[in-house]
């Protein structure tokens, strides 16, 4: 990977391992519902909008509550998702955007290819369970979420989806993880494969302060936007669009236990560690999730082939 300006010159050593799957799974939110925008969905009816499949009855009340932080239905609109699209959602953890997304596109004639944790890593057992929750969730649904691809993502795996078949491709919040693990490079060659010439990559990640040295580990959880479209570029993308849709200017990033402080993770002490149960969660509350980058790039169409004769 070439240099990068505003990178470490002394980068860390990198983990050949993939890194904390059970940060995967989604925590609940302090704060109280504030749905997307659309009215409750009739039990029984197919989601043929995105405010359509917010607002299904089948979404967990824990993830309704996110609703407000995560703005699923503009968030998904601006990164291109449309009717009948075929996407690409890299780490899905326990589905929250997989929730909205598989009805929508099944019930749309589109398709959703879940790249998930790439499993059998011996020192990362939690990778197992998060996949194989996710596969029954979705399983046992069939009739609304259609029929969901499960491939996988990691240091080894191969292609996410067939090459040059999706619209759209989808990183929400993950990142920082794949720095930590030395494949952040891989997702996005990955990502720009499996991408149709002018396909979209949408990014969702928790944005650090600007200017500096990016942590080339991303330990507290933030990543420099400008480090994230470095990546993207030298990976092909050209960035389309960049959106404060998820901006959270309460967010100072000075939090003891990185961005996980915060909701919906609340961590009260380091990683493996017993929670506190006398650790003052009311300061990190009042600031609600983090602030997030929301980034749209483009895989640039091919060019035109010459004329003949």
Known sequence: MTSRPFASPAVLPRRAVLAGAAALLPGLAACGPKPDGAPKKKPGGKPTTLEGAVAGDWRAPADVARDRWRHPARSLAFWGVKPGSTVVEFWPGAGWYSDILAPFLAATGG??????????APNDPAADQVVEAYRKRLTSRPRLYGRVEITAFGPTSGPVAPAGSADVVLFLRNVHNWMAAGIAE?????????LKPGGYLGVEEHRAAPGGVQD?????????????????????????????LNA??????D??????TLPPTRRSSPRGQPDDPNFDHSKYDAIGESDRMTLRFVKPKLAAPPPQG
């Open 111 to 120: 398709k959703l290819y879940a790249a998930t944790l790439q499993t059998g």
């Open 186 to 194: 891989k997702a996005f060659r990955d990502a720009y494969a499996a």
């Open 216 to 244: 080339a580990m991303a330990a507290n959880g933030y990543v420099q936007q400008a480090y994230v479209i470095e990546l993207a570029k030298e990976a092909g993308f050209v960035l389309d669009e960049a959106s404060e």
């Open 248 to 253: 959270n200017p309460k967010d100072t990033r």
């Open 255 to 260: 939090h003891p236990f990185g961005v996980w």
